[in-house]
């Protein structure tokens, strides 16, 4: 049997050999040299994954789906964004995580303490 590595299946590795060959494709065809700068893309598709399909010992993060988005401003110059000057929207959307991340384990804490009590009482 396999071992399963986080990060790595099939879907994952097939919708990324997918774009990077696209990226590769469109860019000898069309003489497009601005294509690379959509392949934090990729990073945002990991983040949404590991959202959706967290493990069961760990608690889900808001804080890589940020960061990747982040990356995708940036990469793209967005509002005119570059990693020089877009470093202070990294530090909010950081801190907009973090505050996100501990009201959602905050509210699944107090859900799981009151499930418990539930059990106890029966």
């Known amino acids: 049997m396999a071992s399963a590595v986080r990060g790595v299946g099939a879907s ?8 990077v060959g696209l990226a590769f494709a469109l860019e000898r065809l069309t003489g497009g040299s601005g ?5 934090p893309l990729l990073v945002i598709y990991l983040a949404v994954r590991d959202l959706r399909e967290a493990q069961p010992d760990r608690a889900p993060s ?14 793209i110059g967005f509002l005119g964004l570059d990693l020089l000057n877009g470093w202070p929207l990294l530090v909010v959307l950081a801190g907009i995580g973090l505050v996100v991340d501990g009201l959602v384990r905050g509210v699944r804490a107090s859900g799981a303490s009151e499930k418990a009590g539930d059990d106890a009482a029966s």
Request: charged share 5%.
């Open 62 to 75: 808001i804080v890589p789906l940020l960061a990747s988005v982040w990356l995708q401003i940036v990469a």
């Open 12 to 19: 994952t590795g097939g919708v990324m050999l997918v774009v």
């Open 35 to 39: 294509l690379w700068r959509w392949l």
